[in-house]
Nanobody, 125 residues
């Protein structure tokens, strides 16, 4: 059974930074494409960033490009999302996701097989 556990969310002022972590257990982590999504109240879950299993390819939503960085440590079975210059509109529940089918990171939720429980990020103005 694959498990994903996010951590690192919290309350931060606009302009601040947070780093989210997602620990993965259960299968060979290094073969997963990993992604981060977010869901704000009343909105659909939206792609934030994705990274290939080798970390050679990273993709970002336009809204976070230049501010967020996705990375992974295959030795620690962990993927990270460094979030800088946070804005109130970044407030959402953030989910990490894993796909063992994909070769490159997908941008839609249906392309991912496993999900974490989510971690709340709140950015105050």
């Amino acid at each position: 059974q694959v498990q994903l556990v996010e951590s690192g969310g919290g309350l931060v002022q606009a302009g601040g930074s947070l780093r989210l972590s997602c620990a993965v257990s259960g299968r060979t982590f290094s073969r997963y494409v990993m992604g981060w999504f977010r869901q704000a109240p009343g909105k659909e879950r939206a792609f934030v960033a994705g990274i290939s299993w080798s970390a050679g390819n990273a993709y970002y939503a336009d809204s976070v490009k230049g501010r967020f960085t996705i990375s992974r440590d295959n030795a620690k079975n962990t993927v990270y999302l460094q979030m800088n210059s946070l804005k109130p509109e970044d407030t959402a529940v953030y989910y990490c996701a894993a796909s063992f089918r994909a070769v490159v990171p997908g941008t839609t939720a249906i392309e991912y097989d496993y999900w974490g429980q989510g971690t709340q990020v709140t950015v105050s103005s």
